[in-house]
């Protein structure tokens, strides 16, 4: 992975009738001190989530974490949205995803 590209799965799970709306980001990123990091960030879609950042040794280690936290979270009913990937992260960081990410998921 090159220093600068950032790698991001975005997941949502709506349910109308549960007035559920809720979004699941996972990206991986370089850390300043040259370790790897899976940023995971949920919450509700339109509302500032929750973020947890775990450090990893290296680009495969982040990885296996990321498919195993991708996973448990479409056994749980979120679905992967579409279209995303790293060419369309190039200038922006994760959290201006997530917010341009709420107002295109269909709910």
């Known amino acids: 992975m090159a220093q600068d590209t950032i790698q991001y799965l975005v997941l949502h799970r709506c349910d109308p009738s549960c007035n559920m709306a809720r979004y ?7 850390s300043l001190f040259g370790d790897v990091t ?11 989530g929750q973020r947890r950042i ?9 990885r296996e974490a990321l498919e ?15 279209g995303q990937g790293q060419e369309q ?3 922006r960081s994760v959290h201006q995803v ?3 990410i709420g107002a ?3 709910c």
Request: glycine letters at 8%; proline letters at 6%.
């Open 68 to 82: 195993t936290w991708l996973q448990r979270k479409r056994r749980r009913g979120y679905l992967l949205r579409s």
């Open 98 to 100: 997530i917010f341009e």
């Open 38 to 48: 899976l940023i995971c960030e949920w919450g509700r879609i339109g509302q500032p």
């Open 89 to 91: 992260s190039r200038g």
């Open 54 to 62: 775990e450090l990893y040794e290296n680009q495969s280690s982040a």
């Open 104 to 106: 295109l998921l269909p």
């Open 24 to 30: 699941y980001v996972l990206a991986i990123e370089p």
